[in-house]
């Protein structure tokens, strides 16, 4: 290749040292926008919690014989039939409706199940759950009626109810009432279920029982309707104060007007109770009578049944033996239904012709009692007759008792007439027969029952319905008669329960002996219709039932219509 | 340190926390003799996590609602001092870590263990995760695993004082006051009709 002969010339342009040089860098700041992000405070404390409380009065339990060792408990009670009451089950007291601050509220809520009292107190036997229950009803009460059927366990309940109070220190003194031929009974069952509790029995002369009424120590006193009456002006007007008053067979206040209901409401108290298996026997007008004590107004006549069993039902607790014990044994019904003799028919309707032309000859001045003591005078002879004292119901009873005597059982006659009474002993010499009716004076009546309990060759008692039908146990009777029928079934109910009740030893035959086509079968048709109507009734309010005879119903057994009533004078 | 005074007798605590709707609850506090009758009573008014707790606490809301919160308040402010307090419920036993009492958690009812309950004998068992477990008498029972020396002041109080007390019927006792307690603050119309 050949070198191109140009001609070239070198001029310098100062760029190579410009090229050699280091670039020169100028920084510029740049301000960036931002912002803070927002925060925000998340709060996590717990605004302060509020409470409230109550404390409740600690007892010394050792002092009170809470603490006292267990006893030996009998694994019988007769009636249990192998059952364990009360196992597995709570029994909690719940506050009524008329207790309305919450503290108190809460105190009954907050007790401890009434079957952990078995650990504590003493008991003969197990109580049934029931009874629990009965318990759990009166213990918060300031006003109640227990009124379970007969044979229940009233008096069981009552005592426990009143026991736990004491200890509680809720109460410190209670005055019991009931009918005089049942206050030795009381005082056995209050020995049986509450023996550590100091019982007081007003009875003797007048200031022997002024010095009972004052004694303040005692916490359980002990009084019969027919003494409180009498020393009402110690009861009423000598500034007593009980904090519980019971009452027993509490329908003896079903009269308002009557003296012992007047004397009852009179005691000072704090709280009411009444016992009675026949919290209504004629009207319900008798259960407003019950509650002038208990809760003086909360009831009246003129309520509806329906209005009257709801306004009392957080006041009435009633259980019947079909509900609650149903292991025991059956209770069935004979009727023995006989003619009269020969001698009877005769006597009979003589009295009913002549007695019943008598009543219509008076006209306007018929009274009750004019028919009534024509209706006895015919079921006197329905029992014996008056003249020659032959009797078809004393030919059956001697033929069933030779079946109760060959079977070693034991039985009762009840009868309204103590005069029937004799006249059946007198029949049945030389068999050896016990008496217990009203003649029997009261100190014998314990003695009475414990041969008929104890001695092997009495194997019968006769009662009347007035001494016999209420409070007695004679759970070892298998066989009851009535001899003749009470004007209600109530009164009959009772009596048949002296036997048919808990630790009932078996099946308890009641033979009802009526004679037919008398006055006794027309009775009996007029009560039975009454009975099932007041179960209609009260069933639907949850009150009780039981039913005897009213004026118009007596009258009506004659056809005989009530004469319009005189006008009261001016007074 | 605490102020309240000791039971002059033997007591136990008893402490629930019980669903009130809503998401409140309400806590309630029965502090019980030896022979089960109570002593004291103390109850909450509604309380409700906030949403931030319900979010925050996550799982251990329970355990600070109930336990911290609602069990704390209410034995600071019984004024008896009881031997230990009992709980039927794993998140109420954090109320451990607010107060100085021992305090166990009653397990539901379970076989009784092995052996004669009439020694009243007092056995462990290997502990689970989240505690520890002890049995008295027929009761099997839990203790926070962070205080796990509570064992000996509760076993001691059962030996000597307690064996006969029921550990789980008072829960019932204490959910039935609260009711109690509603129906009453509601009025008594519906009281009445209870």
Redesign the interface.
């Known amino acids: 290749m050949t070198d191109l002969s140009l001609r070239t010339e070198l001029f310098p342009t100062g760029w190579q040292t410009a090229l050699a040089r280091a670039p020169r860098i100028v920084l510029k700041p740049l301000p960036l926008q931002r912002s803070l992000p927002a925060t925000i405070n998340i709060p996590l404390r717990q605004a302060a919690i509020r409470t409230f409380g109550f404390s409740f009065p600690e007892l010394p339990a050792a002092d009170l014989g809470l603490l006292a060792p267990r006893p030996t408990r009998s694994p019988q009670r007769g009636a249990d039939q192998g059952k364990s009451p009360a196992a597995k089950q709570t029994t909690r007291i719940k506050p009524p409706q008329d207790i309305i601050k919450l503290q108190d509220r809460l105190y009954y809520v907050l007790q401890p199940p009434l079957e952990s009292l078995t650990g504590e107190l003493r008991f003969p036997f197990q109580p049934f759950p029931y009874q629990l229950a009965g318990i759990a009803f009166l213990f918060p009460r300031h006003a109640a009626i227990l009124a379970d059927e007969m044979g229940l366990g009233k008096t069981m309940q009552a005592i426990t109810a009143i026991r736990l109070l004491l200890h509680a220190r809720e109460v410190r003194r209670v005055l019991l009432i009931c009918p005089k031929p049942l206050v030795t009974n009381w005082k056995r069952e209050f020995q049986l279920w509450a023996p550590e509790i100091p019982i007081g029995v007003i009875e003797g002369n007048q200031a022997r029982r002024n010095w009972q009424w004052r004694q303040p120590a005692t916490p359980v006193l002990l009084a019969n309707y027919e003494l409180l009456v009498r020393d009402q002006q110690i009861a009423v007007n000598d500034g007593l104060h009980f904090d519980l008053v019971l009452l027993d067979e509490a329908q003896r206040i079903k009269n308002r007007n009557s003296a012992t209901s007047q004397v009852t409401r009179a005691i000072r108290r704090t709280r009411s109770w009444a016992l009675t298996g026949t919290p209504v026997e004629n009207s319900p007008e008798d259960l407003v009578g019950i509650f002038e004590f208990l809760s003086p107004g909360h009831l009246s006549s003129n309520m509806q049944a329906r209005r009257m069993g709801l306004a009392a039902r957080d006041y009435i607790l009633r259980r019947r033996k079909e509900e609650v014990l149903t292991d025991l044994p059956p209770k069935m019904f004979r009727d023995a239904e006989l003619d009269l003799t020969p001698e009877q028919w005769i006597s009979y309707r003589e009295a009913e012709e002549h007695g019943v032309v008598r009543l219509t000859e008076m006209g306007d001045e018929l009274t009750i009692q004019h028919v009534f003591e024509l209706v006895l005078r015919l079921k006197q002879i329905c029992n014996f007759d008056p003249a020659g004292g032959s009797s078809s119901k004393l030919e059956r009873l001697r033929a069933d008792l030779e079946e109760v005597i060959a079977s070693d059982q034991k039985a009762i006659v009840f009868s309204q007439w103590v005069d029937s009474l004799k006249r059946i002993r007198a029949a049945l010499q030389p068999l050896p027969v016990l008496e217990y009716h009203g003649k029997i004076p009261a100190r014998k009546r314990d003695r009475v029952i414990d041969q008929f309990r104890n001695d092997p060759s009495c194997h019968l008692m006769l009662m009347s319905y007035g001494a016999g039908s209420v409070g007695l146990n004679l759970q070892f009777c298998r066989y009851v008669f009535l001899f003749d029928r009470w004007w209600n079934p109530a009164v009959e109910d009772q009596a048949i329960n002296r036997a048919h009740r808990i630790g009932a030893s078996g099946p308890v035959t009641v033979t009802r002996m009526i004679t037919i086509n008398t006055i006794e079968e027309h009775i009996d048709q007029v009560l039975q219709e009454k009975r099932e109507l007041f179960e209609t009734i009260f069933s639907v309010a949850g009150t009780p039932a039981s039913a005897g005879l009213n004026q118009d119903e007596i009258f009506g057994l004659f056809n005989l219509r009530m004469p319009p009533r005189k006008p009261r004078a001016a007074a | 340190m605490s102020t309240r005074k000791s039971?002059?007798?033997p007591s136990v605590g008893f402490l629930t926390v019980v669903d009130s709707g809503g998401g409140s609850f309400l806590?309630g506090?029965?502090v019980?003799?030896a022979?089960?009758?109570?002593?004291?009573?103390?109850?909450?008014?509604p309380?409700k996590?906030?949403r931030?707790?319900e979010i925050?606490?996550g799982p251990t809301l329970h355990p600070y609602?109930w336990g911290e919160?609602?069990g704390g308040?209410?034995i600071s402010?019984?004024?008896?001092r009881p031997l230990f307090v009992c709980t039927d419920q794993l998140h109420t036993l954090a109320v451990r870590s607010a107060v100085d009492l021992p305090v166990i958690q009653v397990l539901p009812a379970s076989p009784p263990p092995s052996g004669p309950t009439s020694e009243r004998k007092l056995t462990t068992t290997p502990s689970s995760e989240s505690a520890a477990q002890l049995i008295l008498g027929r009761y099997s029972c839990a203790l926070s695993r962070s205080h796990l020396n509570d064992r000996v002041p509760v076993e001691r109080a059962w030996k000597t004082h307690l064996d006969?007390l029921?550990l789980r019927?008072p829960f019932e006792?204490i959910r039935?006051?609260i009711t109690?307690?509603q129906r009453?603050a509601a009025g008594?119309a519906s009281?009445?009709a209870a």
Do not use: M, W
């Open positions: 039971s002059p007798v806590g506090y029965l019980l003799n022979s089960g009758r109570p002593l004291e009573f103390q109850c909450t008014a309380v996590a906030n931030a707790q925050l606490y609602l919160q609602i308040a209410l402010k019984s004024r008896t006969d029921h019927e006792r039935e006051a109690e307690a009453t008594p009281g009445a």
